[in-house]
């Protein structure tokens, strides 16, 4: 079957008003670029009346699908045949799609979905709708109407100029589109949680940075590479993601010498976001984003958070919060991070996990427990300042980055 576009839907968008020319600007650009590392092209898109538009120049459209189905903003896509409006045209396009999609089936329940967004076109929807049906009956037998529950669901769209033909419609992910949020630090500790929340913030249009503290040697250089790979799975939807690779160890051997056992992962979740905080600044990002759920662990009680957020006045995000575990693991499923997130290879807060932590920590105690850690402040510094930051782009290329990263 000969298809003529992929006719793009982009939902949210539409309600964008003075700003949806700069959103759906950022939209054709992320398509461009995800076909372009996908495909190897530059497609042709052009904008019509409520929807994107794909040039396939003779193409098969299933050649697009992959990257389609990594851009945040599309709400829907579908292959079309184009049509003129002169009504022989519209039936004849609409049979030829339907024999299509019916293949070597000698009976199927079927339905016309009409839509009429050109309303100098003469026949309403109900009317055109009721015209598809019973030319397409005519010419094929075996067919009976099943308005709920259709074998095949055929969809004509009247535009301006032209009427669009298809049976088939795929989800996108729907969201914004990246680059229309500002930009974010995750803290990305190489567990289930953190990649699904770096990647709902992405669904919201947030340019995602990462931030992984490692331990070396209490932690393997294994661990490192699980989180570059999780930063790779999370760059498919990205296009590349940039990862500050954070030596921590010698802020963990302070604090294990200097603090009591039951506070020490709340005074580690309070220095990794003042360091997060500082490496945000410099690059010119405007929150953190962290994988906490409510009630999950210690450091994620109400009091535990709320003690933790005291040392900075940056916006921490939190878009798991009220998630359950089922729900978590089901996106981390659908994103290809699951597998990767539970390899046995433990991060620094695992490691240093006390046996009896503290889930309702005061924030003075709190303070009181880093005051004994002399040469803090030098300290943050020093992980700042020694950092590494390695871009993913993808399976494509790694790229290890001194200075500065744009």
């Not at 794909?54 to 459209?61: F, K, N, R, S, T």
């Not at 022989?88 to 070597?104: C, H, T, Y």
């Not at 570059?228 to 294990?256: N, W």
Request: neutral net charge; charged residues 25%.
């Amino acid at each position: 079957m000969h298809y003529d576009y992929i006719l793009i839907r982009y939902g949210e968008l539409a309600l964008k008003g003075k700003n949806q020319k700069e959103f759906l600007q950022k939209l054709n650009r992320n398509i461009k670029e995800h076909v372009k590392a996908d495909v190897g092209e530059n497609p042709r898109i052009e904008r019509e009346q409520g929807r994107l538009l794909l040039y396939l120049d003779g193409a098969e459209p299933s050649k697009y699908y992959n990257a389609l189905n990594h851009v945040f903003g599309i709400s829907s896509y579908s292959p079309v045949l184009r049509t003129s409006l002169k009504m022989e045209d519209i039936l004849e396009g609409a049979l030829s799609e339907f024999k299509q999609a019916m293949g070597e089936r000698k009976e199927v329940t079927f339905r016309i979905t009409a839509r009429r967004a050109n309303k100098l076109f003469p026949l309403s929807s109900m009317d055109l709708a009721t015209e598809v049906a019973q030319y397409v009956s005519d010419h094929i037998e075996g067919l009976t109407v099943d308005l709920k529950h259709a074998d095949i669901d055929l969809k004509v769209e009247i535009r301006d100029e032209f009427a669009y033909i298809t049976t088939q419609k795929f989800p996108g992910l729907g969201g914004l589109p990246l680059g229309s949020g500002g930009k974010g630090m995750l803290l990305l500790s190489g567990g289930i949680d953190s990649p699904v929340a770096g990647w709902s913030m992405m669904r919201r249009g947030m340019t995602v940075e990462a931030i992984h503290f490692h331990s070396y040697p209490y932690t393997s250089e294994m661990a490192k590479e699980k989180v570059l790979t999780l930063a790779e799975k999370m760059a498919c939807y990205s296009g590349r993601l940039v990862v500050h690779l954070v030596p921590f160890t010698k802020i963990q051997e302070e604090i294990g010498h200097y603090c009591h056992d039951n506070m020490r992962i709340t005074i580690m979740r309070r220095i990794m976001l003042r360091i997060a905080e500082k490496i945000a600044q410099n690059r010119e990002a405007l929150a953190i984003i962290t994988g906490d759920n409510l009630g999950q662990v210690a450091s994620q009680t109400p009091e535990s958070i709320y003690a933790i957020n005291q040392v900075t006045n940056m916006p921490i995000f939190r878009p798991l919060i009220a998630f359950d575990k089922e729900e978590i693991m089901a996106v981390a499923k659908k994103i290809d991070t699951y597998e990767t997130s539970i390899l046995p290879y433990e991060d620094c807060c695992t490691v240093f996990v006390p046996k009896e932590p503290k889930t309702k920590p005061k924030v003075d105690a709190c303070q009181l427990e880093e005051a004994k850690i002399e040469n803090l402040a030098e300290l943050i510094e020093q992980a700042v300042a020694n950092s590494e930051m390695v871009v993913k782009y993808g399976k494509v290329i790694e790229k290890r980055v001194q200075g500065e990263v744009k």
